[in-house]
């Protein structure tokens, strides 16, 4: 197996090795996998990147923990929605914070925008978007809403020249979306957390207050920096 790769996240490494690990031993479903322990010898990694990388391919039905048993592969492919958000673990965690820092200048003044100039059919494709968020029980459909609502929220503000700008940062939202959903959903209620900070922003452009949208925005979004900066064990400002 290619040794892991120091300089980047490991649990990020142990993803792309466990393709490999399948491959090599020609794996099946049903069949055991190594424990925690010795997957964190053979990689020479922390098992707590193991069991973070582990925690990832549960939650994408790739494998499944039997009591008394082990970890047991469910299927030996890993699955096409997984191999997609590989390529968005490998953000630095630095970029992903300037990214939302960006993004906190440039949808403050979408959802004051939004709040002036919504119409009746925005504030049903908002509302919806906060209700899957709320009702989602897994992580895709999670982001999916968290997503949509700020894609929707742009279309909003019925701006061309704002949308243009938007359309050529959207490759870097949604895999900013992705890296920090992805690194806070091991939170307890943060999902919650996300839904009702959501509402609260909606609520202000359903209110048509321009100023109290752009607050609402750039909290959740200073919301999501901190959570990101206590993860990685960024220092406080």
């Not at 300037?98 to 925005?122: C, I, P, Y």
Request: net charge neutral; proline share 3%; glycine share 2%.
């Amino acid at each position: 197996m290619t040794a892991v790769n120091k300089n980047h996240r490991m649990f990020e490494q142990v993803l792309h090795q466990f393709r490999e690990y399948i491959s090599s031993r020609n794996l099946a479903a049903g069949d055991k996998l190594m424990t925690e322990r010795e997957m964190a010898a053979y990689l020479q990694v922390s098992r707590s990147s193991v069991r973070e990388a582990l925690r990832i391919l549960e939650m994408f039905d790739v494998i499944y923990s039997k009591p008394g048993e082990g970890t047991i592969l469910k299927t030996p492919h890993i699955p096409k929605i997984l191999t997609t958000m590989l390529q968005f673990f490998t953000i630095p965690t630095e970029t992903s914070i300037e990214l939302l820092e960006s993004r906190k200048v440039l949808e403050g003044g979408v959802a004051k925008l939004a709040a002036k100039r919504r119409k009746e059919s925005d504030i049903r494709l908002l509302q919806n978007a906060v209700e899957r968020m709320r009702s989602a029980s897994d992580l895709q459909a999670q982001i999916q809403a968290d997503l949509d609502f700020h894609l929707f929220l742009a279309k909003a503000a019925y701006n061309n020249t704002l949308s243009d700008i938007l359309v050529l940062v959207s490759d870097l939202v949604t895999p900013n979306l992705y890296t920090t959903r992805l690194q806070t959903q091991e939170i307890a209620g943060v999902n919650d957390d996300f839904a009702r900070q959501h509402q609260t922003i909606l609520q202000a452009v359903i209110d048509k207050n321009g100023h109290r949208a752009a607050e609402e925005m750039e909290r959740h979004i200073e919301h999501t920096i901190d959570l990101m900066k206590a993860l990685n064990r960024f220092p406080a400002e």
